[in-house]
């Protein structure tokens, strides 16, 4: 299974981004999904995905935080910097997000588009004491679950189209359309000419058309 970036740094972003999100939220005073929201909006949560050794493995806890901010332009004063971390539910939080990131691939805002900070936060009671690998299964069905109509079904019904007649333009099998919206098929692992045809036809990007793709834990991960 390829992973977000090398397991080398996975331990250190782990820690980092947990001691991250305790400073925000238990020093700081800052709502968890503000945080992710400034995370996200500041470009960091796109360095930290992909790996980038001065993010996930180069700053503290305390300086990940400062630093997000500083790109966000946001002034004020901070509490100085926080030695000890007990596993607060704040930092289980960024803890379990970074290691699902890093095991998904699949970007923060994309994640958060689908489970909450609150909702996160609601699986630290159950979910805090278990393997990496159950947190990994309960995200993934989460995900799935809010996930909704296929992007192809939402571009098609947009161009108020049949999947009949989608198939006509196209050349595609009504059946193989119906396996793709259904997600039986994955549209992602389709041909290139299979996706530019889609595209083309519905007048969008071939990346308006892939989904969120989810990994499930294979015998061995943690």
Known sequence: MTHAYSEDYLSDAMKNLGEAVDYAVNLCQIKMDDFFALFISSGIADQFGRGVPKIVAGLSGTELVLEVFRQSGVQRAFPGPQDDYDLSSAYWCGWIIAYYQWYSGIPFRDIFQSVSAEALERLYP??????????????????????????????????????????????????????????????????????????QTLGCRMEDLLEIAVNEPENGDE
Request: aromatic content about 2%; glycine content about 4%.
């Open 126 to 199: 159950t979910l805090h004491e278990t393997s990496e690998e159950k947190c990994v299964d309960t995200l993934n069905r989460m995900i799935l679950r809010v996930r909704g109509d296929s992007k192809l079904k939402v571009q098609r019904i947009a161009r108020n189209f049949t999947q009949k007649e989608l198939a006509d333009r196209t050349g595609i099998s009504v059946r193989t359309i119906q396996h793709y919206e259904q997600r039986s098929k994955d549209l992602n692992k389709a041909s290139g000419a299979t996706l530019s045809v889609l595209a």
